[in-house]
C-alpha cells in the first residue's frame, strides 16, 4: 500500500519548510508528497523546491480547489493530507498505513494539537472534544480534519464530483465528511494519530474563528442536509 501526501499552501513560507521536513523524515516514508501552490507570492514554492517533493500550481484561488487539484494529482492508493502550517509525528504514514491495513476504513482522521502559543493549549483534548462533539451530533459519524486526514484514492473518485468547493459557504473537511457518509463510505478515528498546528487564526482573529467557523459549520450541515 503506498501513500501520496497532498500540502495545500498559499504563501505559507514562514511554516512549510518545517511541515515538509516533518514529512521527509518519517520513519516510513511518503510514496510521493505534492505542494499545491495555490498562488502563492511569497518563497513558499522557493522553500518547497529545496525538499523531494512534487509542486503543483492551482489557480483557481481556495483552500478546497487547491486541495482537489492534489487529490486528483495524487497517485497512489491512499492520499495523505495535512495542512502547511503542520507538523506531523514521525510514525504519521506508518500509523495511518496500519489503521488502513487493519480496519475496514475509506477514510481516517485524527486529532490536532495547537502548540505555538502561550494562551492555546498544547493538547489535543480541544480536537478530542470537537470530533466527539459532531460525533454526537451525527449519530456516531466520524469526521475528517483537515490538517490530519487520509483517504482512500477510490472513495475520493466517487466523492470528487459532488463536494462543495465555495469556501465561503461550508468547512471543505466537513462537507468531504458528508459526503463520504453519503455514499456509504466509513471514516476510521486514530485518537493516537496526533498532529501539531499553528494556532495562529486563533490568536491573530479569535472572533472569525470562533463565531465563523461555528457559523459555516452549521451552514455545511444545513447545505448537505438540503442535497439529500
Known sequence: MKVSVVVPA????????????????????PDEIIVVDNN?????????????????????????HARN????EAK???????????????DWIERIKKNFNRKK?????GPVAYTD?????HSPLPSKVYLESLR??????????GPNMSLTKEIWKKVKDIVNTDDSKVHED?????????????????????????????VGKPQSFFIEYSARAINTFLINGKND
Open 10 to 29: 498559499y504563501n505559507e513560507e514562514l511554516f512549510i519548510g518545517r511541515c515538509l521536513g516533518s514529512l521527509v523524515g518519517q520513519s516510513v516514508k
Open 40 to 64: 502563492s507570492t511569497d518563497k513558499t514554492a522557493e522553500i518547497a523546491k529545496r525538499f523531494r517533493v512534487r509542486i503543483v500550481k492551482e489557480k483557481v484561488q481556495g483552500m478546497t
Open 69 to 72: 487539484r492534489g487529490f486528483n
Open 76 to 90: 497512489y492508493e491512499i492520499i495523505a493530507r495535512c495542512d502547511a502550517d503542520v507538523v506531523v509525528p514521525a
Open 105 to 109: 476504513i475509506d477514510a481516517l482522521s
Open 117 to 121: 502559543s502561550p494562551f492555546i493549549t
Open 136 to 145: 454526537l451530533l451525527s449519530k456516531g459519524n466520524r469526521y475528517l480534519v
Open 174 to 202: 466537513i462537507d468531504l465528511s458528508l459526503k463520504i457518509a453519503k455514499i456509504g463510505g466509513k471514516i476510521g478515528y486514530d485518537p493516537k494519530l496526533i498532529v501539531s498546528s499553528s494556532a495562529r487564526r486563533i
